[in-house]
């Protein structure tokens, strides 16, 4: 008899030992749940050996003390049901098989709660959606930056069935449950604060429901990439507004909704938020509810104030109050004529001030500004091979043959050295309806960057940004395998001045540690709309990297890095310096997208404001399930 016999053998003599032992207090825990959760896995566990071609395992862990020991039922359960296959983990190549894949024993622990929710999940999910693996468990837990406590259990709903099923077991458990995205928060956004957490990994509902070319919405499951979204959308002649950050190859449309996000079309259409125009959430007790006009009986989701503005109520609230389940967008008719402008200028009030009036004035579509090191950073940070291949990017962006080869040209000569000399950088992305509206948006920002001291450079990044939307996340980290942790606020215009000089001064007091311990801090500049001024500092630390790491950035890059050990001084230096920033943008009446674990919410809100947010979490997640800890609430069960 052959091993997978065996069990079924184990799985019988198990399932007559608890006909035989049954007491009523037992319905979940002990022997059923060691029965339950072996005899679901069965099927899995032959589908894992025929998919590795054979026995990959030398021995199986079974039926020890199955007659005696609840517990231990339970156990052997569960270390049959743990592991993996691929050996880079769930997020690459070949996925985890569920409860069932299996390549080694691992010491996770479990108890039977664990494998009769589990098994509970399974049943609406498909065993393959549930992963309970110890590499899982951890890799879950983690963002681009934080490492917190391995997670109970990851599920993958496919639908917005399975995902309301899966929402009211984990509350009738009592289990907390964490929505995620494409998983690049990097302020503890979707990584648990406590036991028993439940992640749901949004990748299976990523479908594009509905392109409505009349009405001018489009329909996306909130697992839907900006990527796809954006490829989906090119035959049609029409965009979203804001259509996608700069991690859009992994970053989903519900985690941007609900962190916010900004870059491609936000400089003059907003942030992603002000491009939605109606949502379908389900709330802690597993309710659907729909937002926008969509809440008319008889209507469709083409308009969002319809009433109370529930739409925004769900928006940029880091998954507290419910789980995005689809996001009706704006549509508006695609740009076809482009221009790309660069500028240097000498120092940071100067770079500002051209911002900030490019911004009022609604020119450009996109534009970032880098200060010096960020800037040497993102040179050392791509290859001449990976800008030979965007080149390919840059002619096949370009309306004409004759301007292809021009564009190509200048780069390819002008290669990396023309920035050498850079001091504050502008990169504008011009985008128009017209020709002849293109250039003469074109010829105001010349004029304007000008008006305030800027030298015209070769405008190579903007040009390679716009061609490749949506490239690989090697700058998760830096150059040399640095840990990279960015950090934000959002100021009005008028602010941006006062704000770069106090965080220059808070970061200068600190200069002489940050050399000692060889930490490197640059700037991202850029704006929202006509209103918003974003100043972003982004330390690069010699620290160790996490698995999150690994999965993310390419083999090619990760092969040409230094491995740094764990360096807890600098790590605690920079957690320092951060809290210290936060304070500061709180001090200077700075907001922020992002808000996730890491920024104290509740400290920088006015006290009426606090006590609505806490009764409409409370109306929304009665029995606080959802993500506890965002946003500043539930946290260590403290409400005031």
Same mark, same amino acid.
């Given at each position: 008899?052959?091993?997978?016999?065996?069990?079924?053998?184990?799985?019988?003599?198990?399932?007559?030992?608890?006909?035989?032992?049954?007491?009523?207090?037992?319905?979940? =825990?002990?022997?059923?749940?060691?029965?339950?959760?072996?005899?679901?896995?069965?099927?899995?566990?032959?589908?894992?050996?025929?998919?590795?071609?054979?026995? @990959?395992?030398?021995?199986?862990?079974?039926?020890?003390? !199955?007659?005696? =020991?609840?517990?231990?039922?339970?156990?052997?359960?569960?270390?049959?049901?743990?592991?993996?296959?691929?050996?880079?983990?769930?997020?690459?190549?070949?996925?985890?098989?569920?409860?069932?894949?299996?390549?080694?024993?691992?010491?996770?622990?479990?108890?039977?709660?664990?494998?009769?929710?589990?098994?509970?999940?399974?049943?609406?999910?498909?065993?393959?959606?549930?992963?309970?693996?110890?590499?899982?468990?951890?890799? !879950?837990?983690?963002?681009?930056?934080? $490492?917190?406590?391995?997670?109970?259990?990851?599920?993958?709903?496919?639908?917005?069935?399975?995902?309301?099923?899966?929402?009211?077991?984990?509350?009738?458990?009592?289990?907390?449950?964490?929505?995620?995205?494409?998983?690049?928060?990097?302020?503890?956004?979707?990584?648990?604060?406590?036991?028993?957490?439940?992640?749901?990994?949004?990748?299976?509902?990523?479908?594009?429901?509905?392109?409505?070319?009349?009405?001018?919405?489009?329909?996306?499951?909130?697992?839907?990439?900006?990527?796809?979204?954006?490829?989906?959308?090119?035959?049609?002649?029409?965009?979203?507004?804001?259509?996608?950050?700069?991690?859009?190859?992994?970053?989903?449309?519900?985690?941007?909704?609900?962190?916010?996000?900004?870059?491609?079309?936000?400089? $003059?259409?907003?942030?992603?938020?002000?491009?939605?125009?109606?949502?379908?959430?389900?709330?802690?007790?597993?309710?659907?509810?729909?937002?926008?006009?969509?809440?008319? $009986?008889?209507?469709?989701?083409?308009?969002?104030?319809?009433?109370?503005?529930?739409?925004?109520?769900?928006?940029?609230?880091?998954?507290?109050?419910?789980?995005?389940?689809?996001?009706?967008?704006?549509?508006?008719?695609?740009?076809? @004529?482009?221009?790309?402008?660069?500028?240097? @200028?000498?120092?940071?009030?100067?770079?500002?001030?051209?911002?900030?009036?490019?911004?009022?004035?609604?020119?450009?579509?996109?534009?970032?500004?880098?200060?010096?090191?960020?800037?040497?950073?993102?040179?050392?940070?791509?290859?001449?091979?990976?800008?030979?291949?965007?080149?390919?990017?840059?002619? $096949?962006?370009?309306?004409?043959?004759?301007?292809?080869?021009?564009?190509?040209?200048?780069?390819?000569?002008?290669?990396?050295?023309?920035?050498?000399?850079?001091?504050?950088?502008?990169?504008?992305?011009?985008?128009?309806?017209?020709?002849?509206?293109?250039? @003469?948006?074109?010829?105001?920002?010349?004029?304007? =960057?000008?008006?305030?001291?800027?030298?015209?450079?070769?405008?190579?990044?903007?040009?390679?940004?716009?061609?490749?939307?949506?490239?690989?996340?090697?700058?998760?980290?830096?150059?040399?395998?640095?840990?990279?942790?960015?950090?934000?606020?959002?100021?009005?215009?008028?602010?941006?001045?006062?704000?770069?000089?106090?965080?220059?001064?808070?970061?200068?007091?600190?200069?002489?540690?940050?050399?000692?311990?060889?930490?490197?801090?640059?700037?991202?500049?850029?704006?929202?709309?006509?209103?918003?001024?974003?100043?972003?500092?982004?330390?690069?630390?010699?620290?160790?990297?996490?698995?999150?790491?690994?999965?993310?950035?390419?083999?090619?890059?990760?092969?040409?890095?230094?491995?740094?050990?764990?360096?807890?001084?600098?790590?605690?230096?920079?957690?320092?310096?951060?809290?210290?920033?936060?304070?500061?943008?709180?001090?200077?009446?700075?907001?922020?997208?992002?808000?996730?674990?890491?920024?104290?919410?509740?400290?920088?809100?006015?006290?009426?404001?606090?006590?609505?947010?806490?009764?409409?979490?409370?109306?929304?997640?009665?029995?606080?399930?959802?993500?506890?800890?965002?946003?500043?609430?539930?946290?260590?069960?403290?409400?005031?």
């Amino acid at each position: 008899m052959g091993w997978l016999g065996r069990l079924e053998s184990t799985l019988s003599r198990i399932e007559a030992t608890y006909r035989k032992t049954r007491r009523p207090d037992s319905q979940d =825990c002990g022997l059923l749940a060691g029965a339950e959760s072996l005899r679901l896995w069965h099927a899995n566990l032959a589908r894992a050996v025929q998919l590795k071609g054979g026995v @990959f395992w030398e021995r199986p862990y079974i039926g020890c003390g !199955y007659r005696t =020991c609840p517990d231990v039922v339970a156990r052997s359960g569960h270390r049959i049901a743990t592991g993996r296959i691929s050996p880079r983990g769930p997020l690459k190549a070949e996925r985890n098989i569920g409860l069932a894949g299996y390549r080694r024993q691992t010491d996770c622990p479990a108890d039977s709660g664990q494998l009769v929710a589990s098994g509970k999940l399974a049943q609406i999910l498909v065993n393959e959606n549930v992963l309970v693996d110890k590499d899982s468990c951890i890799l !879950y837990a983690q963002d681009i930056h934080s $490492k917190t406590i391995p997670a109970f259990a990851i599920i993958r709903p496919k639908n917005k069935d399975e995902l309301t099923e899966s929402v009211k077991i984990a509350n009738k458990l009592g289990h907390a449950i964490i929505p995620r995205g494409g998983g690049m928060s990097y302020s503890k956004g979707y990584v648990p604060l406590q036991e028993g957490s439940i992640i749901v990994d949004f990748s299976r509902m990523n479908n594009i429901i509905e392109i409505n070319e009349e009405d001018m919405y489009v329909r996306v499951e909130s697992g839907c990439t900006w990527e796809t979204l954006y490829r989906e959308l090119e035959s049609t002649n029409l965009r979203t507004p804001f259509w996608g950050t700069l991690s859009g190859i992994s970053a989903t449309v519900g985690g941007t909704l609900s962190q916010n996000g900004i870059f491609w079309g936000s400089t $003059k259409y907003g942030s992603a938020v002000d491009s939605v125009v109606a949502l379908e959430v389900v709330v802690g007790d597993g309710t659907l509810i729909k937002t926008g006009s969509d809440i008319q $009986k008889n209507s469709a989701p083409f308009f969002r104030h319809y009433g109370p503005d529930l739409t925004g109520l769900f928006m940029c609230d880091n998954g507290a109050l419910g789980f995005k389940v689809s996001a009706t967008l704006k549509l508006i008719p695609k740009k076809e @004529f482009r221009e790309h402008v660069s500028y240097d @200028f000498s120092d940071a009030n100067s770079l500002f001030d051209a911002l900030s009036k490019i911004s009022k004035q609604e020119l450009v579509d996109a534009c970032v500004g880098f200060d010096p090191y960020l800037q040497k950073v993102r040179m050392q940070r791509e290859s001449i091979a990976s800008d030979l291949k965007k080149l390919a990017g840059v002619m $096949k962006d370009n309306n004409s043959i004759i301007g292809a080869l021009k564009d190509s040209a200048k780069i390819a000569v002008s290669g990396r050295r023309y920035m050498d000399d850079v001091k504050y950088s502008g990169h504008f992305v011009i985008e128009e309806r017209t020709k002849e509206a293109a250039i @003469f948006a074109c010829d105001e920002v010349n004029r304007i =960057c000008d008006h305030y001291g800027g030298s015209k450079i070769e405008s190579s990044i903007p040009k390679i940004l716009r061609s490749n939307p949506f490239t690989p996340l090697n700058n998760v980290i830096g150059p040399k395998g640095e840990r990279w942790m960015p950090i934000h606020t959002i100021v009005p215009h008028s602010k941006s001045h006062e704000a770069m000089k106090k965080i220059a001064k808070l970061l200068e007091n600190n200069q002489l540690e940050l050399d000692e311990n060889k930490i490197g801090v640059g700037f991202l500049y850029t704006v929202i709309s006509n209103n918003g001024f974003v100043i972003e500092p982004v330390f690069f630390t010699p620290d160790s990297i996490d698995d999150i790491h690994r999965e993310i950035v390419e083999d090619n890059v990760l092969k040409n890095i230094e491995c740094f050990e764990d360096n807890l001084d600098a790590r605690e230096l920079t957690l320092r310096l951060r809290a210290e920033l936060l304070r500061l943008f709180e001090d200077i009446g700075g907001v922020h997208m992002q808000i996730g674990k890491s920024y104290d919410f509740k400290r920088g809100l006015r006290g009426e404001a606090w006590s609505l947010i806490k009764n409409i979490k409370d109306i929304m997640d009665p029995k606080k399930v959802i993500n506890p800890g965002v946003l500043s609430l539930n946290v260590n069960d403290e409400r005031d």
